[in-house]
Nanobody, 124 residues
């Protein structure tokens, strides 16, 4: 059973920072593609950043230069460091994983495993 446990969401002012964590099993961490998505009510879930099947990191244009994926192999955890946050970054953020070979920004329907989500709220 694949489990993805997110943490780290919260409320910050614009310009602030947050770090999200996605903890999983050693097998998933080592063998699955993993990614971060976000969703606001009434909109589709969009890819933010991801790690593809060969370990390459990919970022959506809207977060390039502000968000960074980091990894802790000892803790089987994928992080999303979010800097210079903007109000438009407000969303429910999800961690996703899949054993398929694909790009880290592949669309949401292609990912089979999801965390429970963590809310990020950025005020102006």
């Amino acid at each position: 059973q694949v489990q993805l446990v997110e943490s780290g969401g919260g409320s910050v002012q614009a310009g602030g920072s947050l770090r999200l964590s996605c903890a999983t099993s050693e097998f998933v961490y080592s063998h699955y593609c993993m990614a971060w998505f976000r969703q606001v009510p009434g909109k589709e879930r969009e890819a933010v950043a991801g790690r593809d099947s060969v370990g390459e990191l990919n970022y959506a244009d809207s977060v390039k230069g502000r968000f960074t994926i980091s990894q802790d192999r000892a803790k089987n955890t994928l992080y999303l460091q979010m800097n210079r946050l903007k109000p438009e970054d407000t969303a429910l953020y999800y961690c996703a994983a899949d054993p398929s070979t694909m790009n880290g920004l592949a669309p949401a329907p292609l990912w089979n495993y999801w965390g429970q989500g963590t809310q990020v709220t950025v005020s102006s």
